[in-house]
């Protein structure tokens, strides 16, 4: 299955993804990484694997509808059949998430629904959560919504500052966005009534199992 993923920063989950697709029994190969901005990480990380990179800057179109537009053009003609997003910080336009309706994958750093939004680990220590994670989803067109792929769940430690939490998470991060994307490139992947189901199982095993216990 041909990737295109989406990045405006450092892509360490682009990396995990770049790692993976190595093996030579992955399913998946990443055919275009896009990003908004010129100087993000990512980048450098798709040159370096010999991966074709586009940056397309938001600044330079009217409005997100147009932006959008241009991105898909260039997911399309990258023969792209799967779109992950991986830390892309630019919100999606209707249009955009409707035309890639269960093509197209997220990664967040809580367990979803819970912490939606920006500064998760900062508010789930603020709150006192024992438990945070993150999750794999396909997108909807409010942001952090979507039938839930894949989770890991992270303790929270009582001395935990929000960095350390966040370092803990990016771990398992790594390791269910591969493994999202290999389920879903092996056709064992899909949404019936808004809830995923990996080989059928609402509950599939390995897909919501912690991958650290
Ligand atoms: C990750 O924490 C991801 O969950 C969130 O943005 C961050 C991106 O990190 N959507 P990276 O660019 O993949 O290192």
């Not at 770049?18 to 990380?45: H, Q, T, W």
């Not at 600044?59 to 003609?77: G, L, P």
Request: overall charge negative; glycine content about 6%; charged content about 25%.
């Amino acid at each position: 299955m041909k990737l295109a993923v989406l990045v405006s920063g450092r892509g360490s989950n682009l990396q995990a993804l770049i790692d993976a697709c190595k093996a030579e029994d992955f399913p998946a190969e990443i055919v275009l990484v896009l990003s908004n901005k010129v100087g993000a990480y990512g980048l450098e990380r798709a040159r370096e694997a010999g991966i074709a990179t586009t940056v397309l800057n938001h600044k330079d179109y009217e409005d997100r509808e147009s932006f959008d537009a241009a991105m898909s053009e260039q997911i399309t003609a990258a023969g792209a059949e799967l779109v992950c997003l991986a830390g892309f910080m630019r919100l999606l336009s209707d249009g955009f998430v409707r035309s890639w309706r269960d093509r197209l994958i997220n990664i967040h750093p809580s367990l979803l629904p819970a912490y939606k939004g920006l500064h998760v680990h900062e508010r789930v220590i603020e709150e006192g959560a024992r438990f945070s994670g993150c999750t794999v989803h396909f997108v909807r067109p409010a942001m952090d919504e979507g039938p839930i792929i894949s989770q890991a769940v992270v303790a929270v430690h009582p001395t935990d500052t929000p960095d350390d939490l966040a370092a803990r998470i990016l771990e398992q991060e790594h390791a269910i966005y591969p493994r999202a994307v290999k389920y879903i490139a092996e056709g064992r992947v899909r949404v019936s009534a808004e809830r995923v189901l990996i080989n059928e199982h609402t509950v599939p095993e390995g897909a919501l199992s912690n991958p650290a216990s």
